[in-house]
């Protein structure tokens, strides 16, 4: 019964994003895929107009407007900047839009690191990456590091899931001794 009742939730979500005008439809599936909370995508979803849909985008970038006393919305303005900037960057490897890739969403979601190491040239070793964020007290965020690595050194660079990879994905395949690794 259970997977029924998700079968049937899934349906519905697909069929409310289908009936959303090109416009509203990217707003939600791409530009503010990582920022909207998933009540509030819902709640997007739900409503029937264009009237209705233009207001909930005004409130949506009013909520999260850090100075309202400025006529510009600097959260709306540098999200907007992140966007277009791993579009322009990270599309590169692939005909995947920066977007979509896995140091897209995170650059979009945290911004530029606070330094950044790059592994690339060096013998055994596919084109890797490491970006450091420091601890943010006022975001509370802790220090977070993500590895990427572009597998067979073509494509998009993806992120080192330490559940999922092991240390030797990210090297070329290679005959090696078990105990070398």
Do not use: C
Not at 69 to 85: L, M, S
Not at 129 to 154: C, G, I, S, T
Request: charged residues 30%; hydrophobic residues 40%; negative net charge.
């Amino acid at each position: 019964m259970t997977a029924l009742l998700a079968f049937v939730l899934l349906i519905t979500a697909d069929e409310r994003i289908d009936r959303l005008p090109d416009h509203h439809r990217a707003w939600i599936e791409k530009q503010v895929l990582y920022i909207i909370a998933d009540r509030e995508r819902d709640a997007f979803l739900d409503l029937e107009s264009e009237e209705e849909r233009a207001a909930f985008i005004k409130a949506f970038w009013q909520r999260r407007d850090p100075d309202t006393i400025t006529p510009v919305n600097e959260f709306k303005e540098e999200h907007y900047r992140r966007y277009e900037h791993v579009n322009k960057y990270f599309s590169r490897e692939s005909a995947m839009p920066g977007w979509m890739t896995d140091r897209g969403k995170i650059y979009i979601i945290l911004g530029e690191p606070d330094d950044r190491e790059d592994f690339t040239g060096i013998p055994m070793l596919y084109p890797t990456e490491v970006w450091f964020y420091r601890q943010d007290r006022e975001k509370a965020l802790p220090p977070l590091n993500f590895l990427f690595f572009q597998e067979y050194a073509v494509g998009p660079y993806r992120m080192f899931n330490h559940f999922l990879d092991d240390p030797t994905d990210l090297m070329p395949a290679q005959p090696m001794n078990p105990e070398d690794v």
